[in-house]
């Protein structure tokens, strides 16, 4: 399914859920709709009010983002990600199915898929529950962090027995 087909599903989604709940239908929110569903991979608000503010032909407030994030959550059009040291969203509809490495040190966050662990994860049964999709994430230490680190005890080494020699 092509990028503008996939946009105007869910901006018909929005409007019906809009429509259902009583909101009002606004530009400003069917912007922040299209923007979102152009982003490939996570988002968080900082990011995309600033691209909202750079590219956009509507200027939105952060109050109206956060809003309107909020409704894309309870419409099922966005997912939302706590992450270690922030939230991250991404679009939820016609997603594929991917994974998330989580630096536990800097935060940083990768999407990875893997067939064989999707697979096993789809033939779970679970008991009296049917699964409409999951998230997965792998929480440890980057190379960038691990190298970094490994560096620091080196080198606290070495100052240590230097120091040790002195004595």
């Known amino acids: 399914m092509g990028t503008s087909e996939v946009k105007d599903i869910v901006k018909q989604i929005f409007t019906e859920y809009l429509?259902?709940?009583?909101?009002?239908?606004?530009?400003?929110?069917?912007?922040?709709?299209?923007?979102?569903?152009?982003?490939?991979?996570?988002?968080?608000i900082d990011s995309l009010y600033f691209q909202m503010m750079n590219?956009?032909?509507?200027?939105?407030?952060?109050?109206?983002?956060?809003?309107?994030?909020?409704?894309?959550?309870?419409?099922?059009?966005i997912i939302k990600h706590q992450l270690t040291h922030s939230s991250q969203y991404e679009r939820s509809y016609n997603r594929e199915t991917h994974h998330h490495l989580i630096c536990t040190q800097c935060g940083s966050s990768v999407e990875f898929s893997n067939e064989m662990l999707q697979r096993a994860i789809g033939n779970i049964r679970l008991n009296r529950f049917?699964?409409?999709?999951?998230?997965?994430?792998?929480y440890g230490m980057c190379n960038k962090c691990n190298r970094r680190n490994k560096r620091e005890q080196r080198n606290n080494k070495e100052s240590?027995?230097?120091?040790n020699k002195g004595k």
């Open 55 to 77: 590219h956009e032909k509507f200027r939105v407030s952060r109050a109206t983002l956060y809003n309107t994030i909020i409704l894309l959550i309870n419409a099922r059009l």
């Open 160 to 163: 240590s027995n230097n120091n």
């Open 130 to 138: 049917r699964m409409s999709h999951y998230s997965l994430y792998i």
């Open 19 to 44: 429509k259902a709940n009583g909101y009002r239908k606004t530009l400003e929110r069917f912007a922040i709709l299209d923007k979102i569903y152009s982003i490939e991979g996570c988002f968080d």
